[in-house]
Structure formats: C-alpha cells, structure tokens
C-alpha cells in the first residue's frame, strides 16, 4: 500500500481567481468574507505549511503537481 | 526550499503550468504547456519530472500517452476513466498497466507505465481524500488534528480507525469481482 499526500490545487481555468487562490489570507478571513466553502483554503497555505512541516522533519514527503501557482509562491519566497 | 526538493521530500511532478486536457488539446499547446513549466523546474532546481501527475482531467488520450514518452515521461498517473473501464481493472486487477500507444508505428517505443487511480464503489470520486481528511471543504469538522488527548477535542484514535476501515473499503472494492 503506497499513501501520497499530494496536492490537488486545480487547474487555472478553475473559477477562483488566481491571485485569491494564493492569498495570504487566513482561512478564517476567507471564511469572514464569504467565500465559498469550497474554497477557502489557498495554495499560499499548502505550501507554506507543508515546507514547515517538511524542514521539521526529513522522513515526510508532499507530491505537488502543477506549477502557475508554484512559481508565483516560489518568486515571492525568493524576494523575503 | 531547493533542500526539500533534491532530497526527494518534495516532489514536483508532472511539471506542466497547468495538469492539461488530454482529449480537445492540441499537440503545440501541450508542448507549450509542459515546455514553460518544465523549464522553470530545470533552470531553478536542475531536474525534470518522469512522472505524468494528472489526477482530475477528463479524456485521457491516446495522442497524449504517446507524446508524454517523448516530453520525457516514464509513468503516467491518471483516474479518469469510464465505469466500465474501470469494473474490468477491479476484476482484472489491471489498475497498473503497460501502454503501449501507436504500438503499430512504434512497437515498444513508446511503451509507459499507467497507473488508474480508482477509490472504489464511486468511479468518479478516484484520488480524493479518506473520511475525516478532508482538510478543505470540510476544514471545520476535519481539522486540525489535534493530538492532546487532555483535549475536548481530540480524535487521534477514532481517525486512526476510520482511517483504517476506509482503506479497507477500497482494497475490497479492488478484489471484488
């Protein structure tokens, strides 16, 4: 038995805008603003909870899929 | 970051911008696509993904099996597939199979491992979340997982057993015939 914690951040097309899926946000203000529930998680967060919880401990994997909302994570990482 | 992803903890697969539409696309759009993101992952942490990643699009296609092998692909995972489709790879066991496309023209040449993902007794619902992980949608029941068993709201050992009981369900899907 193989268990893969991944992603599944959709595709762009998706009817979120893009910039909101990577807000930075927190759930509960997503929520406050009504958005769907569906929604109200962000990659900003995927991402920044899971490269904390993979640095605290190297025996965890994360598979991620796809990269538009990768890269513009990934160029504001670079800049802080 | 680039430490998580040398050391295999992070896996970047698939790599295109987008998980792309199989069927309706056409070949210099999904060139583009895997060519603009693949680059990025290149230039930035010096590898290429192996591995197609493309859990929620519709159509799978035999176009784009044969062109993954040449974009660089040795394994494509993928869930869509039709019910009946999938009724025979519960019976056959054949959710892992070779492909070979265009095995006419190209013999073994563009042979990959396929892999359809399948949850079992709902066809279309195939890469998703075991009960009580639903960490999105559900974020108010689901999580957090708190730990702190002097807490009121701690549920560590009935997850575990949920946990259980739901894989068990779809390894008993998988042997039914």
Redesign the interface.
């Known amino acids: 038995m193989h268990i893969v914690p991944h992603s599944h951040t959709d595709d762009i097309s998706s009817n979120q805008a893009v910039q909101q899926k990577l807000s930075d946000l927190s759930y509960d203000d997503l929520y406050a603003q009504g958005s769907p529930v569906g929604f109200v998680g962000t990659v900003s967060d995927i991402l920044n909870s899971t490269l904390a919880e993979l640095l605290a401990n190297e025996n965890r994997t994360f598979t991620f899929g796809d990269l538009k909302y990768f890269k513009q994570w990934y160029d504001e990482l670079s800049k802080k | 970051?680039k430490?998580?992803v040398a050391?295999?903890?992070?896996?970047?697969?698939?790599?295109?911008?987008?998980?792309p539409d199989e069927a309706l696309t056409q070949y210099d759009s999904l060139l583009d696509n895997f060519q603009?993101?693949q680059q990025?992952?290149v230039k930035?942490f010096g590898y290429q993904p192996r591995v197609s990643?493309q859990?929620?699009?519709n159509g799978v296609s035999q176009g784009y099996a044969r062109l993954a092998k040449d974009i660089g692909f040795d394994m494509l995972i993928f869930s869509s597939a039709s019910s009946a489709e999938k009724e025979t790879m519960r019976t056959k066991k054949s959710h892992t199979q070779v492909w070979r496309s265009g095995s006419r023209n190209f013999g073994a040449r563009k042979e990959v491992l396929a892999v359809t993902l399948d949850q079992g007794k709902d066809s279309l619902n195939s890469?998703c979340w075991p009960k009580g992980f639903w960490?999105?949608?559900n974020?108010m029941i689901d999580v957090p997982m708190v730990l702190n068993k002097k807490s009121s709201d701690y549920k560590f050992d009935s997850l575990v057993k949920s946990f259980y009981a739901d894989?068990s369900e779809r390894f008993d899907q998988d042997d039914s015939p």
């Not at chain 2, 295999?8 to 987008?18: A, H, K, R």
């Open positions: 970051m430490k998580v050391n295999g903890q992070l896996d970047l697969v698939n790599g295109g911008w987008t998980p603009v993101g990025f992952l930035e990643w859990l929620d699009v890469y960490a999105d949608s974020y894989v």
